[in-house]
């Protein structure tokens, strides 16, 4: 079996059991009398352990190999899916989600894909990439809303069984990617901080990552919005949320799989890049006005093809703009990126659906989309002229 088949696979599987929990978050959380705010908090736990943990793991890959570091993030998804699957508390529940952030597959397997393809194909592995994350959150979605009609208890199992094949899979089948002269020696891998000096200096990269940064702190609002707002427009229980999560799987693998490609060569990364956050903007303005189920599809399409178009395109743009050994690092660095933003967007979407009601968190959303699109053109057209 090809190494990208694999990394595919194992991804695939992995997303499978993560989107097996995240739409029973919101449902299991109130069994322990959780409000918004609380929520809030649990998904925002995550960002904060990933945040920390993805530069250090990106580095690590960058110097012992990527096969270990994603063995190493195997167990440690293992490890919260089980507590999430005896939690007999929010507190328990809080543990497992800060358990699941020092994992980072997504990561390393962007690192991996970016050591086994060229540079002309690296947009089309991304896409890969995050065609495989789009089926898992078909699949797990599927299967969490069928398990959880058997206690919340039932699909954290299912998950734990899921990253213990995983395991095993990854263990007979995976090669290394980095050949060990690619490999960082431990004099020569930058510090943590150097690292992040080092991406947010890089032309052009830094520019995206703050356009990524703006999509992703919109794009955190959906986890805890979603459930609670489909709860109010149509009663939605958790077996229905997890069909709307199913949904954004579909356009996922549609965008991902069978589109980017054809995107990329005609548009380029950097027009994709700038596009995103308006097509998520029109998306989020259209949710609080959406009781029409339709329409509320649609809003939820746009927002998902626009958050597809970022996660494939963000990695390939930098990928193609860094030194072989620094990958894992700098993409490490965007995931980062990605989870500062996470921290602050599911806690303020809560306090805000709490206090003004259910429209405020999308027209937020919407604003910060706004200054990325204007950010974006104004980047990239100087670029544009300079060239």
Avoid: W
Wanted: aromatic share 10%; glycine share 10%; charged share 10%.
């Amino acid at each position: 079996m090809a190494p990208t088949s694999v990394i595919l696979i194992t991804l695939f599987i992995d997303l499978t059991g993560f989107g097996m929990i995240i739409p029973l978050l919101s449902f299991y959380a109130q069994t322990f009398q959780a409000g918004p705010t609380a929520l809030g908090i649990l998904v925002t736990s995550f960002s904060v352990m990933q945040f920390l943990f993805s530069p250090l793991l990106g580095k690590l890959s960058d110097r012992v190999g990527r096969r270990p570091v994603l063995l190493l993030s195997i167990l440690t998804s293992l490890l919260s899916f089980l507590l999430f699957a005896t939690a007999t508390s929010y507190l328990v529940l809080l543990l497992s989600r800060i358990v699941a952030g020092l994992a980072t597959e997504s990561a390393v397997a962007q690192a991996y894909i970016a050591d086994v393809t060229s540079e002309a194909d690296r947009a089309t592995g991304m896409g890969k990439v995050g065609a495989a994350v789009g089926a898992g959150f078909i699949v797990g979605p599927a299967m969490g809303g069928l398990l959880s009609g058997y206690g919340f208890s039932a699909p954290g199992f299912a998950a734990a069984a899921l990253a213990a094949v995983n395991f095993v899979f990854v263990v007979l089948f995976l090669p290394e990617s980095m050949r060990k002269r690619n490999r960082q020696n431990k004099a020569g891998r930058p510090s943590r901080g150097r690292l992040l000096r080092r991406v947010f200096t890089t032309p052009l990269i830094n520019s995206v990552l703050i356009i990524l940064f703006f999509l992703t702190l919109a794009f955190a609002t959906i986890p805890v919005i979603i459930p609670l707002l489909s709860l109010s427009f149509f009663g939605f229980g958790s077996v229905e949320t997890s069909y709307l999560f199913i949904y954004v799987g579909v356009i996922q693998i549609v965008l991902q799989g069978f589109l980017i490609r054809r995107l990329v060569q005609k548009s380029g990364e950097e027009r994709l890049i700038v596009v995103g956050p308006l097509f998520m903007m029109v998306g989020m303005l259209l949710m609080p006005l959406s009781p029409n189920l339709l329409l509320f599809g649609v809003a939820l399409a746009l927002i998902a093809f626009a958050n597809g178009l970022i996660q494939t395109a963000v990695p390939s743009f930098i990928s193609k703009r860094t030194p072989a050994d620094e990958q894992g690092g700098f993409l490490g660095a965007a995931q980062s990126i990605m989870s500062i933003a996470r921290i602050p967007g599911p806690l303020v979407a809560g306090f805000l659906f709490e206090v003004l009601g259910l429209s405020a968190p999308f027209y937020l959303s919407a604003g910060l989309l706004a200054l990325a699109f204007v950010f974006g053109c104004r980047v990239f057209q100087a670029c544009a002229l300079r060239n």
